[in-house]
């Protein structure tokens, strides 16, 4: 099967570095160097203490920058040393596993390295869970396959959970793709009571479907935020009827598989109206609509919530 890689080179609407790809081009090629490129420019929302750092509340909002462009202004903002100077735990942007992953596939496209963001679950966070996560995947020319890379995963995260496994080649059953934990589930080989926010008790099928149209807009580069809720997403802890399951089946084989007919991905994701990330999203967190940063002219207005 022939690769076409157009889509994971070329920077996406999220991934796009805007004025500061110079600075980005003067940094070291290759995943390990960028990836620890990114863990010195970020801090986890709800890790600042393994670092003797405590996060004030308001810098929570920093999470919650959707394109990569404007997440380098506000680190730049910050410190204007160039990119590969690693700054002090207090300086670094405030973010999640999505903030990561955006900016580690914005720094490989532009060093000519194919790479996408993927939205699953991460089995490497609390035994006997799956937890919501994202990584990015990436391909190894020299192995002709594609790889998952988490950036989130410095020398701290991995002395605090204990991982053994390459953070920058992430075993695939430690890693779920939404799609694949989907069929897990469907085939009665994983609980999904087990996937989601664990210990916000957020999880569930519902949940899975979701990650599952995240995933799909993710390949279509369209990476949004894991809180972003539109179109057919369930509410949570909505049952969904056979019909619907059926069709998230379907949609759950095609992000399995993206590179067997990378065209329909794209084309099911932009003419599906279930699908579409619209120009009005609901952020779940803050409860309320906000531009989604993608422009369509058939979006809601900003006072209605999405269609679910």
């Keep these: 099967m022939a690769i076409e890689f157009a ?24 995943v390990p160097a ?7 420019l970020m801090m986890h929302e709800f890790f600042g203490s393994a670092y ?11 999470s919650h920058i959707r394109p990569v462009a404007e997440m380098l202004t506000r680190i730049l903002a910050r410190d204007a040393r160039p990119l590969g100077v690693s700054r002090p735990p207090e300086s670094q942007l405030v973010g999640v596993c999505r903030n990561y992953v955006v900016l580690l596939v914005s720094l ?22 799956c937890e919501d996560h994202w990584v990015c995947e990436y391909w190894r020319t020299d192995e002709s ?24 080649d992430v075993p695939r059953d430690q890693f779920l793709v939404a799609g694949e934990a989907w069929r897990l589930c ?12 664990c210990r916000g008790d957020l999880r569930g099928e519902w949940f899975v479907a979701g990650n599952v149209i995240r995933d799909l807009a993710a390949l279509a580069n369209r990476e949004m935020l894991p809180w972003d809720v539109w179109g057919a997403m369930p509410q949570p802890g909505e049952p969904l009827r ?15 598989c993206p590179d067997e007919s990378p065209n329909s991905v794209r084309e099911t994701c ?31 207005a900003m006072h209605d919530p999405p269609t679910r």
């Design 270 to 300: 932009e003419n599906d109206q279930r699908l579409r990330v619209p120009d009005v999203v609901f952020n779940a967190v803050r409860q309320r609509p906000e531009r989604s940063g993608i422009n369509n002219s058939t979006a809601p």
């Design 108 to 129: 490989l496209r532009a060093h000519g390295i194919p790479a996408r963001a993927r939205c699953g679950f991460g089995k490497y966070f609390n035994p006997g869970y």
């Design 145 to 168: 396959r594609w790889a998952l890379a988490d950036p989130q995963f410095d020398n701290v995260w991995c002395a605090a959970l204990g991982i053994r496994h390459d953070v920058l």
């Design 34 to 40: 960028l990836a620890k490129v990114v863990q010195g």
């Design 242 to 256: 056979s019909e619907i399951a059926a069709w998230f089946d379907q949609l759950a084989a095609l992000s399995q």
């Design 7 to 30: 889509d994971y080179l070329r920077p996406g609407v999220m991934t796009a570095a805007g004025e500061h790809l110079a600075l980005i081009l003067e940094l070291p090629g290759g």
């Design 186 to 197: 469907r085939a009665g080989e994983l609980d999904p009571a087990t996937c989601g926010i």
């Design 52 to 62: 003797g750092v405590e996060i004030p509340s308001e810098r929570s909002s920093e």
